[in-house]
């Protein structure tokens, strides 16, 4: 087997008692589902890829199957491991309790995406914002093939707060019952990874868990994070895209990375439309719709209609979730190719 030169960090493991033809099966189905790209799909061997972050290799072995997940980064490794221990467990619960990795002798005791940064500013931006700056031994895993990240905030309530532990087949153990986190995510707005430093904006809202805790955010607080995860920024220079407050960072960091020459339109739908303040801009051939909340009329069929017109275009939509299912429901009717949408909820309605 060839080695991608884009992954060369990776960890093995030996699944016994499954058989390859079942595995197969489960991995496609994920590959769809997610709309990775298939490398190989044989009786010998199945191979998928995820963006940026690696590979998952499938292959039969004697009594089981033979697993090997490459990467570009360590963190990316911990990650792919991670979420398929998480499928795993969800399938064959047994299974996932007897996987071991072939590096869990050097493997931290926490996971290695988790980052333990204090508060160093809290600033308005706009009129529904609020933007943390913090400060970080080590950020340089952000990078623009990953642009979100989790907060991990204990109950308002808890003084002794519990941080996630890794399980003895490299899945991340969190914290439960009184103990559970928040984990929301947000996205990277702005870093500086020499000195540690990094931005994020949060959308304020009456009865949020983030939102009260930023309000009474104060310097030198600490903050956990884990990251990053996450779409990146599409590597295109033609974009739908469609969003809501919650996703105005990402669309703003998305924005200033396109080409100059990057054509497309862009709605953006916020309580106050325009007048939020929050600054966005864009391309000279990309448009700007702005619009409030009573003039955004249909937005899913507004996404479609505008992926039809232009399906030469990367099609980006983040808001709540009854404006996004219809979206992706109807993309992966028409399963197209990966690396060509991206369609995430961002919050759900009660």
Same mark, same amino acid.
């Given at each position: 087997?060839?080695?991608?030169?884009?992954? !060369?960090?990776?960890?093995?493991?030996?699944?016994?008692?499954?058989?390859?033809?079942?595995?197969?099966?489960?991995?496609?189905?994920?590959?769809?589902?997610?709309?990775?790209?298939?490398?190989?799909?044989?009786?010998?061997?199945?191979?998928?890829?995820?963006?940026?972050?690696?590979?998952?290799?499938?292959?039969?072995?004697?009594?089981?199957?033979?697993?090997?997940?490459?990467?570009?980064?360590?963190?990316?490794?911990?990650?792919? *491991?991670?979420?398929?221990?998480?499928?795993?467990?969800?399938? #064959?619960?047994?299974?996932?309790?007897?996987?071991?990795?072939?590096?869990?002798?050097?493997?931290?005791?926490? !996971?290695?995406?988790?980052?333990?940064?204090?508060?160093?500013?809290?600033?308005?931006?706009?009129?529904?914002?609020?933007?943390?700056?913090?400060?970080?031994?080590?950020?340089?895993?952000?990078?623009?093939?990953? @642009?979100?990240?989790?907060?991990?905030?204990?109950?308002?309530? =808890?003084?002794?707060? $519990?941080?996630?532990? #890794?399980?003895?087949?490299?899945?991340?153990?969190?914290?439960?019952? $009184?103990?559970?986190?928040?984990?929301?995510?947000?996205?990277?707005?702005?870093?500086?990874?020499?000195?540690?430093?990094?931005?994020?904006?949060?959308?304020?809202?009456?009865?949020?868990?983030?939102?009260?805790?930023?309000?009474?955010?104060?310097?030198?607080? #600490?903050?956990?994070?884990?990251?990053?995860?996450?779409?990146?920024?599409?590597?295109?220079?033609? @974009? =739908?895209?469609?969003?809501?407050?919650?996703?105005?960072?990402?669309?703003?960091?998305?924005?200033?990375?396109?080409?100059?020459?990057?054509?497309?339109?862009?709605?953006?739908?916020?309580?106050?439309?325009?007048? =939020?303040?929050? !600054?966005?801009?864009?391309?000279?051939?990309?448009?700007?719709?702005?619009?409030?909340?009573? $003039?955004?009329?249909?937005?899913?069929?507004?996404?479609?209609?505008?992926?039809?017109?232009?399906?030469?275009?990367?099609?980006?939509?983040?808001?709540?979730?009854?404006?996004?299912?219809?979206?992706?429901?109807?993309?992966?009717?028409? *399963?197209?190719? !990966?690396?060509?949408?991206?369609?995430?909820?961002?919050?759900?309605?009660?």
């Amino acid at each position: 087997m060839t080695i991608n030169p884009s992954f !060369p960090i990776d960890a093995t493991a030996l699944l016994t008692g499954l058989s390859h033809a079942a595995m197969r099966q489960v991995m496609l189905h994920q590959a769809q589902e997610h709309e990775l790209r298939v490398l190989e799909d044989s009786e010998s061997a199945v191979s998928i890829e995820v963006p940026s972050f690696g590979q998952y290799r499938f292959e039969p072995a004697e009594g089981g199957i033979h697993i090997r997940i490459s990467a570009a980064l360590p963190d990316r490794l911990f990650m792919l *491991k991670d979420s398929f221990s998480e499928t795993l467990s969800q399938l #064959l619960p047994e299974a996932a309790k007897d996987l071991r990795w072939s590096d869990s002798a050097t493997l931290p005791n926490r !996971p290695p995406n988790l980052h333990f940064t204090r508060v160093v500013s809290v600033t308005p931006v706009g009129t529904a914002f609020l933007r943390v700056r913090i400060q970080a031994d080590d950020l340089s895993s952000f990078q623009d093939d990953a @642009i979100h990240f989790r907060l991990l905030l204990p109950a308002p309530d =808890c003084t002794k707060p $519990e941080w996630p532990s #890794l399980a003895e087949n490299g899945a991340t153990v969190w914290p439960k019952g $009184e103990k559970a986190l928040h984990r929301p995510a947000y996205t990277t707005r702005w870093i500086d990874r020499q000195a540690g430093l990094l931005d994020f904006d949060v959308f304020l809202h009456d009865g949020g868990r983030v939102t009260n805790w930023v309000r009474g955010a104060s310097i030198g607080d #600490l903050l956990v994070i884990a990251g990053p995860g996450g779409g990146g920024i599409p590597e295109s220079s033609k @974009i =739908c895209i469609f969003a809501d407050e919650t996703a105005f960072p990402a669309v703003a960091r998305i924005l200033e990375a396109l080409p100059a020459n990057s054509t497309g339109q862009v709605t953006l739908i916020a309580a106050q439309g325009a007048d =939020c303040g929050y !600054p966005i801009a864009a391309p000279a051939g990309v448009t700007l719709s702005w619009l409030t909340r009573e $003039e955004a009329q249909d937005v899913p069929r507004q996404a479609l209609t505008a992926h039809r017109e232009h399906p030469d275009h990367f099609l980006w939509v983040a808001s709540e979730k009854s404006d996004v299912t219809p979206v992706r429901e109807a993309l992966k009717a028409d *399963k197209p190719a !990966p690396g060509t949408s991206y369609i995430a909820a961002y919050w759900s309605k009660p």
